[in-house]
């Protein structure tokens, strides 16, 4: 019995961590803009709104207003 309580145990981890890797990842993008130009912008709205002397909370929704106002979204990217 013992052994069969370790094959469930290592199937059901093997399961959950499968499903956790391949949940679609949310992310800031804009129609026609590269994930390194995506980057870019992040690093200036982090500077922009002086992100490092921010609450982590507070930074975050700074940089999402820079972001939104150059008209990024963040959410799952579509697929074209």
């Known amino acids: ?6 094959i469930v145990a290592v199937i059901s981890v093997t399961l959950l961590m499968s ?3 391949s949940t679609p990842k949310q992310t800031w993008y804009k129609q026609g ?3 390194a ?3 870019d912008k ?3 709205c982090r500077t922009d709104v002086n992100a490092e002397n921010l ?3 507070h930074a975050k929704k700074m940089i999402a207003y820079c972001m939104k106002s150059d008209g990024y979204e963040f959410g799952i990217k ?3």
Not at 1 to 6: A, E, F, G, K, L
């Open 19 to 21: 499903a956790c890797t």
């Open 1 to 6: 019995m013992n052994r069969v309580n370790q």
């Open 33 to 35: 803009v590269s994930p």
């Open 42 to 44: 992040i690093g200036f």
């Open 37 to 39: 130009v995506t980057a």
């Open 78 to 80: 579509p697929r074209n």
């Open 55 to 57: 609450s982590q909370n």
